[in-house]
């Protein structure tokens, strides 16, 4: 009987260098916690959601504005009974102009109607690629280079809402200012390397928040007031039965000095802080400044 690998399809406006650079960036569009490098041939990558799915994943071919090929080297997928039925199979990223457009074919070979797993993750590898994917290459329209990065829950949106409002929780306890009202104004503060004011300008329930950066300082880089003018973003939508959030920090670019920094930093708040919280009641967020706080009341 001849197997069939899972493949799908999509059609963006965007060039296919644009969709190239967004592909690598592969935390902006697969939800879960990635750690290593996985925008150069030969780089090694994890993949980790929950306790449910491990991978890992060696970059084995790198063409720009045409193809991204990873290798499975590792797996345990703890749904079924062969838990590594992904080792070996590769993960193929095909791009090319048609038309105007940019097509870009995903196939994970090896991934077929005979595997245990198979009815899961290609329902999976469906959302992730056709909506979340497909949007985070739209995004670069503009250039789309805002950070960006997508976590997915269990819990309801109303859920992921009341968490996101609970800033203290995930990103800092050094706030002061209401946090959870449409526009309050809160001052976030990190011993004496950041300190920004930040303005919440738009709370949809269940939705999106939106917050504007009205003034802002960093202590490490030339350009003190990078963020100023800026908007963090988070939109939640339901996915089957799950809640998409997707984080944007819109004008947070490559160009910016901080952005590496800033980058790390995001990368585990949202994806690490943000998602516990969400998931277990309990974040990661920078502790009080008690000292500075002490100071602070006499």
């Given amino acids: 009987m001849k197997t069939q690998d899972f493949t799908t399809t999509i059609t963006v406006d965007q060039t296919p260098q644009q969709a190239f650079a967004a592909i690598n960036d592969v935390r902006g569009w697969w939800s879960g916690e990635i750690d290593g490098p996985t925008d150069e041939l030969g780089a090694e990558f994890t993949y980790r959601y929950k306790e449910f799915h491990y991978s890992k994943q060696k970059l084995v071919e790198f063409v720009p504005g045409k193809r991204v090929v990873w290798l499975v080297t590792e797996c345990s997928i703890n749904f079924v009974e ?45 959302g992730i690629i056709t909506d979340s994917l497909r949007r985070y290459i739209a995004a670069r329209e503009d250039g789309g280079q805002d950070f960006t990065t997508v976590i997915w829950v269990d819990e309801t949106p109303e859920e992921v809402f009341a968490a996101i409002n609970n800033v203290r929780g995930w990103w800092s306890n050094e706030i002061e200012g209401p946090t959870d009202k449409a526009g309050a104004e809160f001052d976030y503060h990190f011993q004496d390397v950041h300190r920004c004011r930040i303005r919440v300008t738009e709370l949809i329930p269940g939705q999106k928040v939106v917050w504007l950066v009205l003034d802002n300082e960093f202590n490490f880089i030339e350009d003190k007031s990078e963020w100023k003018g800026t908007s963090i973003i988070f939109d939640i939508s339901k996915k089957s039965v799950h809640t998409e959030i997707r984080f944007t920090h819109k004008g947070l670019i490559p160009d910016y000095e901080c952005y590496d920094i800033c980058y790390k930093a995001w990368s585990y708040y949202i994806n690490e802080s943000l998602y516990q919280l969400i998931t277990t009641g309990v974040g990661g967020p920078n502790l009080r400044d008690e000292l500075n706080h002490t100071l602070k009341l006499k």
């Fill in 82 to 126: 062969d838990k590594d039925e992904w080792k070996n199979t590769k993960i193929i990223f095909d791009i090319s102009a048609e038309k105007g457009k940019t097509q870009v074919r995903f196939t994970h070979e090896g991934l077929t109607p005979q595997g245990e797993c198979y009815d899961a993750c290609s329902n999976a590898w469906t």
